[in-house]
């Protein structure tokens, strides 16, 4: 609590490693796991209470989130690779296949396509693509870095490697009784957001949201402007206590700096911003007054969500 009565610090960032670790080794329906956030719960109450005692209730927001949820291990049905007809790991050179339930794979010279083939069907819960044809929703294969087949289970479905001929001596891998990084659609990857302080209404829930947005929402209560990021403040607004600050001509040209690769730019805050302000917001994107060298109209501006939202079509100029 110093850091926040002595320090003034403006941001502090707590790790915990559990459940995480007691999810893996014993799964996440274990009662160890169970005990665990018991254990994790009474570390945030000590620390709700300490805040009261420091008299910070007033003054200091906290939020409690992670980035994955868990899921039990199936240990039926399982993958094993070694099985596959005429898989062979002497086609690869390069594999990456003992971390979760993603795979990625360089074939040799020549052998991507007869790897691809192989692998395509070779288990009904086993999914492989190619890097340009994994869907675009997991916003995982457009980088460098990714190689040029890739592969993931489907939700509790891990790959076993067993003992291939020698030299290419492969062992099992996944022993863990939890595991995630699984499709980000499944209900058990999604994760906890809980936020209590002077900057959030109290006792509301929200609708499920991605944590991609949390950034910007930390931006905004610390009143610094974000780097480039593919999160909405205008997601996170509901949850906000004060608004107030909201819908001013400041505030619309950060909104607009986070057009987020121009796909399209929500703003939110009525009954700030009223109809009136709707052309004002017109008049400002004309003008080019949104930072929005990279970004034109594509087409007028439109209330959605009830009237809550202010919709912006963008579209990138580049
Ligand atoms: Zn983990």
Known sequence: MKWFTEDNLDLVTLYFGEPDSTGHKYGPESQERKDMVSQVDRAVGYLRRRIKENGLESTL?????????????????????????????????FELLDYGPNGLLVPKEGR???????????????????????????????????????????????????????????????????????????????TIFRAVGPAFRKGLEVEPFESVNV???????????PEPHDGSLEVMQPMLADSSNAGTGDQLLLH??????????????????????????????QNNRFGVSICHLISEPSWCMGGHVLKLPLQCKG
């Open 61 to 93: 927001n906290l939020i409690i989130t992670s980035d994955h949820g868990m899921e039990t291990v199936i240990k039926e049905n399982e993958i094993y690779l070694k099985q596959v007809q005429n898989f062979s790991f002497q086609d690869i050179k």
């Open 112 to 190: 991507l396509e007869q790897v691809y083939q192989t692998l395509k069907n070779a288990h009904p819960k086993l999914h492989v693509y190619k890097k340009e044809e994994f869907p675009k929703r997991l916003h995982y294969a457009n980088n460098a870095r990714i190689t040029p087949l890739l592969m993931y289970g489907d939700p509790g479905y891990l790959w076993v490697l067993i003992a291939t001929p020698l030299p290419f001596q492969r062992l099992k891998v996944q022993f863990n009784k939890g595991e995630h990084g699984f499709d980000n659609n499944a209900m058990n990857m999604k």
């Open 215 to 225: 950034y910007v929402l930390l931006c905004n209560l610390l009143g610094i402007t």
């Open 256 to 285: 607009a700096t986070q057009c987020s690769g121009c796909r399209g730019l929500y703003m939110g805050c009525p009954p700030l911003l009223g109809e009136s302000n709707s052309s004002e917001i017109m008049r400002l994107c």
